[in-house]
């Protein structure tokens, strides 16, 4: 089971917030970094914006590979080499 990390912050007068250092390292954010606020009630999570649009593009894309006949890794990677010598083809 995952750690359970507490930590609080200061809102500041425009609305900011120091993202504690241990909590940044946990989300694996840094400098110029962007998080996403998850809204639930009335709770909030923080997420690292990155992981998040990854994890909403896998359940996207769930099931489509199999539409279109990839079905193992193997096939995936034939369609990458073919596609790339079509492109050095041209």
């Known amino acids: 089971m995952a750690e359970t990390l507490v930590n609080d912050a200061r809102v500041m007068s425009k609305g900011q917030v120091t993202i504690p250092k241990n909590i940044r390292a946990v989300l694996g954010v840094t400098t ?18 990155a992981v998040y649009a990854m994890k909403k593009f896998q ?13 193992s890794e193997e096939d995936v990677a034939a369609w990458l080499t073919s596609s790339r010598r079509e492109e050095n083809e041209e």
């Open 32 to 49: 110029g970094d962007r998080v996403t606020f998850i809204v639930d009630g009335d709770s909030v999570r923080v997420v690292n914006s």
């Open 59 to 71: 359940q996207e894309m769930k099931g489509k590979a199999e539409e279109v006949g990839f079905l």
